[in-house]
T-cell receptor
Framework: GAVVSQHPSWVICKSGTSVKIECRSL??????MFWYRQFPKQSLMLMAT?????????EQGVEKDKFLINHASLTLSTLTVTSAHPEDSSFYIC???????????FGPGTRLTVL | GEDVEQSLFLSVREGDSSVINCTYTDSSSTYLYWYKQEPGAGLQLLTY?????DMKQDQRLTVLLNKKDKHLSLRIADTQTGDSAIYFC??????????FGTGTRLTIIP
């Protein structure tokens, strides 16, 4: 149980385009999902908390107009990187929260490369 | 503040036990977790411990929590080549979010 999927697993795009990444909880409902970014050989950096039916809460320093988050259902959250630039290239990982016991289950990640 | 620290590297001979350590700075922890990340993959939840527990064992994994010293450890018995990965300690400080350590890269020596 507690499986989280992400799509796509990797994407290459041109500078200036927008890219949408999906995060799905496959066998459970998640009112809260999280989006992280991971740079090579580094730990995870929390970008935002995605709550079903309400606006996402962004961490300090994360541009909400650049990284659009939508959590329209209890099993799906999306992250859209708008007007992507090479510095947005990274590994993006989502997680879905199970409240009891309070745990997060992670997706397999999406590698974004912006040319 | 909420800070979690780990050593960056650990090398262990195949068949020996691996002990990965983690320290944290805030005493308001609720749950503490160990995740495993293999190259190019997401994080796999290995185990977790509630802050009012001292120890938890799950097959080859043993988690020890010393709340007084704010120290968490993960022991992997009979370490195998498939255990090679980066292991992250994560702490829930009571606000739904997880604070991650830097990760410890475990290398198995044949």
């Amino acid at each position: 149980g507690a499986v989280v999927s992400q799509h796509p697993s990797w994407v290459i795009c041109k500078s200036g385009t927008s890219v949408k990444i999906e995060c799905r909880s496959l066998d459970f409902q998640a009112t809260t999902m999280f989006w992280y970014r991971q740079f090579p050989k580094q730990s995870l950096m929390l970008m935002a908390t995605s709550n079903e039916g309400s606006k996402a809460t962004y961490e300090q320093g994360v541009e909400k107009d650049k990284f659009l988050i939508n959590h329209a259902s209890l099993t799906l959250s999306t992250l859209t990187v708008t007007s992507a630039h090479p510095e947005d290239s990274s590994f993006y990982i989502c997680s879905a929260r199970v409240p009891s016991p309070d745990t997060q289950y992670f997706g397999p990640g999406t590698r974004l490369t912006v040319l | 503040g909420e800070d979690v620290e780990q050593s960056l590297f650990l090398s262990v001979r195949e068949g020996d036990s691996s002990v990965i350590n983690c320290t944290y700075t805030d005493s308001s922890s609720t749950y503490l977790y160990w995740y495993k990340q293999e190259p190019g993959a997401g994080l796999q939840l290995l185990t977790y411990i509630f802050s009012n527990m001292d120890m938890k064992q799950d097959q080859r994994l043993t988690v020890l929590l010393n709340k007084k010293d704010k120290h968490l450890s993960l022991r992997i018995a009979d370490t195998q080549t498939g255990d090679s990965a980066i292991y992250f300690c994560a702490v829930n400080f009571g606000n739904e979010k997880l604070t991650f350590g830097t990760g410890t890269r475990l290398t198995i020596i044949p």
